[in-house]
């Protein structure tokens, strides 16, 4: 009897506890349902705005120094945002943003004159302007060469700047990747499509820079906004100097837009930053101050097919 009371006694009790547990369960679930959406609901509001997102820009080597700094500044201002800026070269840019592996991709070239894009896909931002120039280790004694010598020495024709009344040094030839941008745009507008004859190949314009001023009698190629400094020495062509002006007027022919290319119109962070990027305030400071020019400052413009116009 005393056995069967005690039995019936701890049955109701496990059966009680079982109930008070499932309703704790019960409560926590919701509380933890009610949690999460209100999360989600901050999310898309955070989204809207900016707000705590994270995107990825890569591609032009020759547009990373603007887009860093730009992306540093833009961070300072919005504590919230996480943008990332990694180079590899225009191809690098264009395919990535098109396959929508990063929001922006950054090109020195247009979408349309790259292999293998779908460049209808695309929607591009020219961000500035940036000219580029045939840079020299600083004792070549050269610092002009015609467009003709200029091609004789990419193309292997001229192999010591004393033929061309320099140093008696043998000429070193440093190259960008066939991905380059900048290596299409200098080929195109200063090579006049000529292909460069073997030499070093690299793929940052940060190391190229090095490469020249470190090595006596080497030649390459770098935008302006790397051309700081006086570790190397920038050509002029035909007598025209590597200026901002001779490029906006359109007498030094070796320049490029700097395309931020989206897959498709953007939104969030990805069109904030680029709103940012192309307000007055980044146009007339940070642009300049990184060695680009604004491409509102042009009296020039170019096409896809490399046509240029005076602006009207």
Not at 125 to 138: C, E, I, L, N
Not at 198 to 222: C, F, H, M, Q, R
Request: charged share 25%.
């Amino acid at each position: 009897m005393l056995h069967a009371l005690t039995n019936h006694l701890q049955g109701g009790f496990t059966v009680k506890k079982m109930k008070i547990w499932g309703l704790a369960v019960l409560f926590v679930w919701t509380l933890g349902l009610l949690a999460a959406c209100g999360d989600d609901e901050k999310k898309d509001n955070a989204n809207a705005d900016g707000d705590g997102e994270s995107i990825v820009v890569s591609g032009s080597s020759a547009m990373q120094p603007l887009i860093a700094a730009a992306a540093e500044s833009f961070m300072e201002e919005n504590p919230k945002a996480d943008i990332t800026v990694n180079a590899g070269g225009s191809g690098t840019g264009l395919s990535e943003v098109s396959e929508g592996t990063v929001a922006i991709g950054n090109s020195d070239i247009f979408a349309e004159e790259a292999d293998s894009i779908p460049a209808d896909e695309l929607v591009d931002h020219k961000v500035a302007v940036v000219g580029m120039a045939a840079t020299v280790h600083p004792d070549v004694g050269v610092d002009n060469l015609s467009k003709e010598d200029l091609i004789k020495v990419f193309t292997g024709e001229v192999t010591n700047w004393s033929e061309l009344g320099g140093a008696d040094q043998e000429i070193t030839l440093v190259k960008r990747p066939d991905s380059s941008g900048t290596r299409a745009t200098f080929v195109n507008f200063a090579l006049d499509g000529a292909t460069p004859a073997e030499g070093i190949t690299e793929d940052s314009s940060n190391t190229v820079k090095k490469i020249i001023g470190e090595t006596p009698g080497a030649i390459g190629y770098l935008a302006f906004s790397y051309l700081n400094d006086d570790t190397v020495t920038p050509l002029a062509m035909d007598g025209v100097e590597a200026t901002d002006e001779n490029v906006q007027s359109g007498d030094f022919p070796i320049w490029a837009y700097q395309h931020s290319y989206t897959n498709g119109d953007p939104s969030g962070l990805t069109k904030e930053f680029l709103d940012y990027l192309e307000s007055e305030d980044i146009q007339n400071g940070l642009v300049t101050e990184q060695g680009y020019i604004s491409a509102a400052k042009m009296e020039v413009e170019r096409d896809a097919d490399g046509n240029e116009t005076k602006k009207k």
